[in-house]
């Protein structure tokens, strides 16, 4: 089987899956990280040397206070949970894009993984 050098995943939908189950559109995006630790581990384990998230555009900021929050928490509390497993299997995480435009809660922890 080929493994590709590079996978690229846009993480689209998991709010609307979440309605989809009479959930609310957060509790999505909190399984969608969930999945993303699934999906790193896999890509270290099959060989994939660049795994690129597409996670969050410029058009998510529009989205309500409460979601916006919350996804920043989900990426906070991510960095922080994964960081010793990422030192541990050698994952360098590299986020590219508007960064300052995050809040500082969730921009200093992701500063210090990167």
């Known amino acids: 089987m080929r493994i590709p050098r590079h996978l690229a995943i846009i993480m689209d939908g998991n709010g609307r899956w979440a309605v989809s189950q009479g959930k609310p559109r957060t509790y999505g995006h909190e399984i969608g990280s969930e999945r993303v630790r699934e999906i790193v581990t896999a890509c270290r384990e099959y060989g994939v040397e660049v795994l690129t998230l597409y996670s969050f555009s410029t058009e998510n900021w529009k989205r309500p206070d409460f ?4 996804l920043m928490n989900i990426l906070k509390n991510y960095v922080l949970s994964e960081r010793k ?3 541990d299997k050698g994952i360098r995480l590299h986020a590219i ?3 300052d435009r995050l809040p500082m809660y969730a921009r200093i922890p992701l500063r210090k993984v990167m």
């Not at 979601?67 to 919350?70: D, G, K, R, V």
């Open 85 to 87: 497993l990422m030192l």
């Open 97 to 99: 894009g508007q960064i």
């Open 67 to 70: 979601e916006i929050s919350t």
